[in-house]
T-cell receptor, first 117, second 112 residues
C-alpha cells in the first residue's frame, strides 16, 4: 500500500509555456501533499505544502504565482509551472502523508523531470 | 545553521564492511526521523524511521537516535554494491503540517 503516482515522468517544453504535473495517492487519502524540487547533486528542497480544499503554503523564496498548486481532492494535487524558463529545469517530486495510519513518513512519487528549452 | 545537516561525502566503503552515515539536527522539537535512499535519477525510498532514543534494527540496517546530542545515524552492515546511492536524513518539523526537512544527502559508494 501507500503508492504515490506522478505524471508525467518527464517533460520537455519551450520557454514561456506552462507545464502541469499531477500527483496522485493511489490507495490512500492524503489531506496534505508536499512538492519538492531537486537540482542535480543537491538535496530535496521543499517548495510548498498542498492542503486539500485550501490554499497551499509556500516556502520562503518560492513564487506562488509561478508555481500554482491545486489540491482539489483527497487523492490529487497538481503543480503548474507557469511561464517556464530554463532555470526552472529540475526534478520535481511530490510526496503525500497518509492520514490513517499517520506514521509521519512521506510516500514519494516517482518524480517529474522538467527540461525547459 | 541548516535544520538537518549531513556530511555530503562521498563516502567509499569496501564490500562487506559497515557503512556509517551521520546526521545532526537543530530543532529540539523534532520528533521523528527518517532515512531515505535515493538512486540517481529516482525519487527517494524510505529505508528506516526512528522515533525514540536508542537503536532500531531492520535487517542489515540499524538506525540510532540520540535526542540529547541531536544526532541520528544509519549503519549498513555487510555493505553490498547495490547499497551505493545517496542517503538522505530527514526530520519531521512539528509545525502545522509536520513537514519533513531533508539534509543535503551523503553519497555512498560500495566498492566490490
Amino acid at each position: 500500500g501507500a503508492v504515490v503516482s506522478q505524471h508525467p515522468s518527464w517533460v520537455i517544453c519551450k520557454s514561456g509555456t506552462s507545464v502541469k504535473i499531477e500527483c496522485r495517492s493511489l490507495d490512500f487519502q492524503a489531506t496534505t501533499m508536499f512538492w519538492y524540487r531537486q537540482f542535480p547533486k543537491q538535496s530535496l528542497m521543499l517548495m510548498a505544502t498542498s492542503n486539500e480544499g485550501s490554499k497551499a503554503t509556500y516556502e520562503q523564496g518560492v513564487e506562488k504565482d509561478k508555481f500554482l498548486i491545486n489540491h482539489a481532492s483527497l487523492t490529487l494535487s497538481t503543480l503548474t509551472v507557469t511561464s517556464a524558463h530554463p532555470e526552472d529545469s529540475s526534478f520535481y517530486i511530490c510526496s503525500a502523508r497518509r492520514v490513517i495510519p499517520n506514521t509521519g513518513e512521506l510516500f514519494f512519487g516517482e518524480g517529474s523531470r522538467l527540461t525547459v528549452l | 545553521q541548516k535544520e538537518v545537516e549531513q556530511n555530503s561525502g562521498p563516502l567509499s566503503v569496501p564490500e562487506g564492511a559497515i557503512a556509517s552515515l551521520n546526521c545532526t539536527y537543530s530543532d529540539r522539537g523534532s520528533q521523528s526521523f527518517f532515512w531515505y535512499r535515493q538512486y540517481s535519477g529516482k525519487s527517494p525510498e524510505l529505508i528506516m524511521s526512528i522515533y525514540s532514543n536508542g537503536d532500531k534494527e531492520d535487517g542489515r540496517f540499524t538506525a540510532q537516535l540520540n535526542k540529547a546530542s541531536q544526532y541520528v545515524s544509519l549503519l549498513i552492515r555487510d555493505s553490498q554494491p547495490s547499497d551505493s546511492a545517496t542517503y538522505l536524513c530527514a526530520g519531521a518539523i512539528i509545525q502545522g503540517a509536520q513537514k519533513l526537512v531533508f539534509g543535503q544527502g551523503t553519497r555512498l559508494t560500495i566498492n566490490p
